[in-house]
């Protein structure tokens, strides 16, 4: 199977306190393709200054990867079905959940894709079918244990 490669990349900052955690969380995320993405502690963990909101967190990055896996997955799956998709625009969003004494996690992801295809229109029940195919054989959903749900609504003509 394939490799994939990601480079973290952070430094403390003169006058910072690393010992009573006043410092910063930026930091970057260098891919193997050449592609650097600021990175940060969320804010509604890490509050500012030590905390960038523009930057991505561990936490958007994780519904961000669940969301375009589903999508990569689902064009395909639609394409092979005879499909022809002129759009895909997904808002995703993850929940934090208690998941033990002192521990937190994504527990749930909820997909909200907003599809538009060209000609032929899938049927309710050939987009269910597509979706759950995509959310099989996607990568990263099978990768966690967060719960992951499509929810409506699915497609626009």
């Known amino acids: 199977m394939a490799r994939h490669t990601a480079t973290i990349d952070w430094s403390g900052k003169p006058g910072e306190d690393f010992a009573i955690?006043?410092?910063?969380?930026?930091?970057?995320?260098?891919?193997?393709g050449g592609l650097?993405?600021?990175?940060?502690?969320s804010p509604s963990i890490v509050r500012a200054p030590w905390s960038v909101e523009p930057a991505a967190d561990p936490e958007e990055m994780l519904i961000a990867a669940l969301s375009?896996?589903?999508?990569?997955?689902f064009l395909d799956k639609a394409r092979h079905a005879g499909f022809v998709?002129?759009?895909?625009?997904?808002?995703?969003?993850?929940?934090?959940?208690?998941?033990?004494?002192?521990?937190?996690?994504?527990?749930?992801v909820t997909l909200r894709p907003?599809?538009?295809?060209?000609?032929?229109?899938?049927?309710?029940?050939?987009?269910?079918?597509?979706?759950h195919a995509s959310h099989d054989d996607c990568f990263?959903?099978?990768?966690?244990?967060?719960?992951v749900v499509i929810a409506a609504p699915v497609s626009a003509s």
């Open 68 to 73: 375009s896996c589903h999508m990569l997955t």
């Open 140 to 147: 990263i959903a099978n990768s966690v244990k967060a719960e």
């Open 114 to 131: 907003h599809i538009v295809f060209e000609g032929r229109q899938p049927t309710p029940q050939e987009l269910d079918a597509l979706h």
């Open 21 to 32: 955690g006043h410092y910063s969380r930026a930091h970057d995320l260098i891919f193997d």
């Open 36 to 41: 650097t993405v600021p990175g940060s502690a």
């Open 85 to 108: 998709v002129a759009s895909y625009r997904d808002e995703a969003e993850g929940v934090m959940g208690k998941v033990g004494e002192g521990r937190y996690a994504v527990t749930k």
